[in-house]
């Protein structure tokens, strides 16, 4: 059954309704979730919320109230009518508040930090069907929980949002090259990102993708977006061109045209369906020459055999670390894609350092990942999550977008992401290297999981049926470092 509703009073009768039938239910707007978990809801009810869809810009340009169903593409488009942008997810048919549920990162988090970050106030359908006011003040600890674990705590109907000035034009380049310059590559990317001192406005990634218009080998591709003209991008993208690739693509956009541009918009291959797709993410601090070897071998060794399985493009550009296997349905095994992605997770987390944790992210989980590895190893926050999911969610009507429970106390474990000391102005991703912060303030998302994840590697394994490519992706964003400065 879908319901599709156009006030947030909707939501509340249909949450109502399936409650007092016993009947299972999702809220639904744009995107492209792929944990398993999604899979075990079953005989129940999607409320479709895209036409929540209102966007009203406040009179002095700093917010804006937004339906829950608003999603990127629209988000970008109307703000640039009035010269403003927005932190939002960068594949633009993902909806913004369901990004920032589980923290929420995009091309802008160098400069306005996560989704999450940027949520003044929110709407929110509860668990009993109650429509409930959360910010700082109403409701405090559930929008605690909201940034960054709210997909187990309510619908949010409606949302205040932080918006800023835009950037006016955006620069983005290719480099192509033999898999001989493999090592020097990744010496520069890890220069680049100096140990999580990245500079906000730069975005880069690297694919081991087939092209055999230049190599009878995988080719590694570096992408570079940098918010700003060609010029100023220069001293970040030369010492890559110094390294003489073998084919370079570049242009320059305005930031409303650039997922298009990229391959992230709402017409892009990523967000289209019929597709099957799992994904892997791994945290890591920096690339490993080692690792990088053994995934590039890895994936060269399958190149006679994957692309005639029917796998195609999981679209690079829309996350920070993560693995992600994208594929027909039933044209390879639903058990030879996870078998294929968690081994190149396992290769990359082992290049991180003998016996340390894995970090994973919730938004990319692939459904199978402990609760301490997407959420966070410490205690206190655990205990203070199964608190928050036993008041606002004590039945665990909301289980179903990363791990589903059959009892409270299992539930509510699933729960920690992003919070804020009180005191704190600034947004919740600069906290994490705030000389003040103790090891307790962050709440919902642990500090450990930030500082590892945000800092380097996503890898991903790729066919696109179109052109023949098949690809593993790394990508390196931001660092938590110098995140959100406004």
């Not at 930030?450 to 593993?472: F, G, Q």
């Amino acid at each position: 059954m879908v319901v599709v509703p156009t006030t947030n009073q909707d939501v509340a009768a249909t949450v109502k309704y399936a409650n007092k039938h016993s009947i299972p239910f999702l809220a639904v707007n744009h995107g492209h979730g792929s944990s398993v978990d999604l899979n075990k809801l079953r005989h129940g009810v999607n409320i479709y919320i895209h036409n929540l869809d209102s966007i009203t810009i406040a009179h002095d340009g700093a917010s804006a109230e937004l339906g829950g169903g608003v999603y990127a593409d629209l988000l970008i488009k109307t703000l640039a009518e009035k010269g403003k942008v927005a932190a939002t997810g960068a594949c633009t048919c993902v909806g913004v508040a369901g990004a920032g549920l589980g923290g929420g990162f995009g091309r802008y988090q160098g400069l306005y930090g996560l989704v999450a970050d940027n949520f003044l106030k929110m709407t929110v359908v509860t668990a009993d069907g109650s429509i409930v006011t959360v910010n700082d003040r109403q409701n405090a600890d559930l929008f605690w929980a909201m940034r960054g674990a709210g997909h187990n705590f309510g619908i949010v109907a409606g949302f205040k949002y932080k918006i800023y000035d835009s950037v006016p034009m955006w620069y983005t380049v290719n480099y192509q090259y033999t898999h001989d310059k493999l090592d020097d590559i990744f010496t520069e990317l890890n220069r680049l990102n100096n140990n999580g001192k990245q500079p906000g406005e730069v975005i880069t990634y690297a694919v081991f993708a087939y092209n055999p218009g230049v190599s009878d080998k995988p080719v590694i591709i570096v992408a570079i977006w940098y918010a700003g003209p060609e010029l100023a991008a220069l001293r970040y993208t030369r010492p890559f061109l110094n390294l003489q690739p073998a084919l370079v693509s570049n242009q320059t956009v305005p930031y409303a045209d650039l997922a298009d541009a990229v391959g992230t918009g709402v017409n892009s291959p990523v967000c289209q369906p019929g597709m099957s797709a799992a994904s892997f993410p791994v945290g890591t601090q920096k690339f490993n020459t080692t690792a990088n070897h053994q995934v590039y071998d890895l994936y060269s060794d399958s190149l006679p055999v994957t692309p005639s399985s029917g796998a195609r493009s999981c679209n690079l550009k829309d996350t920070l670390w993560r693995k992600c296997t994208v594929y027909a349905p039933f044209s390879i095994s639903d058990d030879i894609a996870p078998q294929y992605g968690h081994q190149i997770r396992d290769l990359f987390h082992a290049g991180d350092g003998p016996g340390g944790p894995l970090n994973t992210y919730v938004n990319y989980a692939y459904g199978d990942e402990t609760l301490e590895q997407m959420y966070g190893y410490e205690e206190w926050r655990i205990q203070k999550l199964r608190a928050l999911k036993k008041k606002w969610d004590p039945y665990g009507r909301f289980n179903w977008s990363v791990k589903s429970a059959s009892t409270i106390d299992q539930t509510i474990l699933q729960l920690n992401q992003i919070g804020r000391p009180s005191g704190f102005d600034e947004p919740i991703s600069l906290l994490l290297t705030h000389p003040q912060v103790q090891e307790e303030t962050m709440g919902c998302l642990s500090p450990h999981v930030i500082r590892t994840n945000l800092v380097a590697l996503s890898s991903w394994v790729m066919y696109n049926i179109s052109t023949n490519l098949l690809a593993s992706v790394l990508a390196c964003w931001p660092s938590a470092h110098h995140l959100a400065r406004g």
